[in-house]
């Protein structure tokens, strides 16, 4: 496997990367911009949806 993309789950690329090695963890695009919002301030939430 070269790559896997998930959701973030904690010790999910742990338990990836234990079976396969070398393979490269991404977590999924949906999920980087949704758990972006905790880092924002509630105005700016617009321009980043």
Not at 12 to 28: A, E, H, M, N, R
Not at 38 to 46: D, E, L, R, V
Request: glycine content about 14%.
């Amino acid at each position: 496997m070269f790559f896997t993309v998930c959701d973030g789950l904690k010790g999910l690329p742990d338990s990836i990367g234990k079976v396969f090695g070398q393979v490269k963890v991404q977590t999924c695009l949906a999920h980087l911009l949704r758990n972006g919002f905790g880092y924002a301030s509630k105005k700016h939430w617009p321009g980043i949806a």
